[in-house]
């Protein structure tokens, strides 16, 4: 799937020191993306007090529960980082419980903030963490990780440096979600973690297709079977079938016309099976999704009967009106929690995703009305925060006179 890129010059993961004796507890990757040797996880929890005695950071859950917004209007940039310094230390410490809080920490400080060059920086190193902790980890541990993961992808946005997170992580993410060994909870956060990766850095068209097969796998197994003839009676794996639905789904938008006509051939007659489940999320995702199939497949200019939903960001408004637009913003809405706003703001990602145009510039007047904080007010007036990444090119035309399906 061919789109201009962004090939900026790498920069491998920095020192991930966090103050005090951090690099003591777990070391990070050196400069120029080396790695340095680290404890193996041990899965014994270290109690709080030796943490704080090796992190330089007393208690990386209030962080993970409250994100940046720790810091009040007084804080500064230069405070976010140290504090994230230090969690990047912590996602090599010897307890499963403070990894995992040091992965939600972070994520939850990218989902609220841009941090761009900070992670440009670091990215070696996350995902070098991000990487063993869905390896090594358990179920929590490996949720955590795979939302982080979504949400670096989020910040960088397209280009070579997702790319690499993508083929990196890809294989992994993919493994757990075909293991039914693991947990349900920790293959449906994946499945959604791989679809949104795929669909923000995926370059390969073979790739993306191979993507839209392992999903396939996974929720055509909730089809009604030809011996059942009413109600699909919903499963412990149902939430993983729908969560590898919307994901598919999702990665259709993105695929050519003639690609989205032949998965509707697939479907067609068994997918509206699963709006008999008696699992009504099962139900909204399978609705919503032959919807999404049809207008993609006549042409998202056909259908004018959409509910138009308004979603208000700061001074800007959104205008949700389609079923592609309504997906796309429901899954990163799902990834990005209370930050989704703010992204629709200041990301230049999502932006050119919804056709927003470039990040507005806000006068001091406006700022301060606003009451936004003094590294909001940095991250718009600062150069550093023009355009990073150029929008992606479409695979699918929709100029094309493409009639309808049937």
């Known amino acids: ?63 993970a529960e409250d ?9 500064t940039q ?19 419980k403070t990894r995992q809080a040091a992965l939600e920490g972070i994520k939850n400080a990218l989902a609220s903030k841009m941090l761009y060059e900070f992670i440009l920086e670091r990215r070696m190193t996350l995902t070098d963490s991000i990487e063993r902790c869905l390896k090594k980890g358990k179920s929590d541990e490996q949720r955590a990780a795979a939302a982080l993961a979504s949400v670096l992808c989020i910040q960088l946005g397209p280009g070579i440096e997702s790319e690499e997170i993508l083929k990196t992580l890809g294989p992994i993410l993919k493994k757990i979600i075909c293991d039914g060994s693991a947990s349900i909870q920790a293959r449906q956060t994946c499945a959604t973690c791989f679809g ?49 639905l919307l994901a598919w789904t999702l990665l259709l938008t993105i695929c050519p016309i003639n690609e989205v006509k032949k998965k509707l051939e697939m ?10 489940c008696d699992d009504v ?7 919503e999704s032959l919807a999404l199939l049809f207008e993609l497949a006549r042409g998202i200019e056909s259908e004018r009967d959409f509910p138009t939903e308004t979603i208000k960001f ?59 904080s003094r590294f909001e007010r940095h991250l718009y007036n600062s150069a550093a925060f023009k355009a990073r990444t150029k929008a992606r090119s479409k695979c699918r035309d929709k100029r094309a006179d493409v009639g309808e399906f049937f």
């Open 67 to 75: 994100g940046p917004e720790v810091l009040d209007e007084e804080g």
């Open 314 to 372: 700061g001074p800007e408004r959104m205008y949700i009106d389609c079923w592609v637009k309504k997906h796309t913003y429901d899954t990163f809405k799902e990834v990005l929690g209370s930050g989704m706003q703010y992204h629709l703001q200041s990301n230049e990602f999502l932006r050119n995703v919804f056709e927003l145009g470039p990040p507005v510039m806000l006068d001091a007047a406006t700022l301060k009305t606003m009451k936004i």
């Open 196 to 244: 949104v990766c795929c669909f923000i850095a995926t370059d390969d068209i073979t790739e993306l297709y191979s993507t839209l097969e392992c999903f396939e796998n996974i929720f055509t197994k909730s089809y009604l079977k030809e011996k059942d003839t009413t109600v699909i009676c919903s499963t412990p794996n149902t939430m993983l079938h729908i969560s590898s």
């Open 78 to 96: 230069e405070d976010l980082e140290y504090k994230l310094k230090g969690l990047i230390d912590l996602t090599l410490d010897k307890s499963a």
């Open 1 to 63: 799937m061919p789109k201009n890129k962004k090939r900026n010059t790498p920069h491998r993961g920095g020192s991930a020191g966090g103050g005090g004796s951090g690099a003591a507890a777990a070391t990070a990757a050196t400069a120029g993306g080396q790695h340095r040797n680290v404890q193996p996880f041990s899965d014994e929890d270290a109690s709080i007090e030796t943490m704080s005695h090796c992190s330089g950071y007393s208690d990386p859950s209030s962080f």
């Open 267 to 276: 479907h067609f007659h068994k997918l509206p099976s699963l709006l008999s």
């Open 281 to 287: 999320n099962m139900r909204i995702a399978a609705g």
